[in-house]
């Protein structure tokens, strides 16, 4: 037996109430814009645990007019580990048929598990198999906001 995994399969809503309570003082980051999407992908998920996991998310989610700079949204740059275990690299993106190969698909377990987390945070994550897995974020890089750029290209002219 793995150390994170039940010997008997859990049903996902027993799993979804544990991560909740094991997460509920947790606060993850969401961009107000974006809610409806992310609703729209846990019920459209084949993945009943993910579906349900995204919707504990996004009671504990504080909702920004513009998502902070640490914090992992849609077109993130992050540096990611499982763990404890050597850094990844990826982009969390939509799905599509052309992607980069560091690309992390955001209706995946390991995407939706990094959405919404800052620098620095960590919680407990499943993997494919249902083990739970400590998924830490080592680093964010976000695109400026338009609004950013726009301020920043008007100061230089």
Request: net charge negative.
């Amino acid at each position: 037996m793995q150390p994170n995994s039940f010997p008997i399969p859990l049903p996902a809503e027993t799993m979804s109430s544990l991560w909740f309570s094991l997460h509920s003082d947790e606060r993850f980051g969401i961009g107000s814009d974006d809610v409806h999407y992310w609703r729209m992908v846990s019920f459209a998920l084949d993945d009943d645990l993910a579906s349900l996991l995204l919707l504990k998310k996004l009671k504990l989610a504080d909702f920004y007019g513009e998502v902070p700079r640490d914090v992992v949204a849609l077109n993130s740059f992050l540096e990611f580990r499982l763990d404890g275990g050597e850094g990844s690299f990826g982009q969390l993106v939509r799905p599509s048929h052309r992607q980069p190969s560091f690309a992390i698909q955001s209706d995946t377990r390991l995407g939706l598990g990094l959405l919404g987390l800052r620098s620095g945070q960590s919680i407990l994550w499943p993997d494919q198999r249902d083990s739970m897995r400590k998924l830490e974020i080592l680093r964010v890089e976000n695109c400026p906001g338009v609004s950013d750029w726009l301020t920043n290209r008007s100061k230089q002219e």
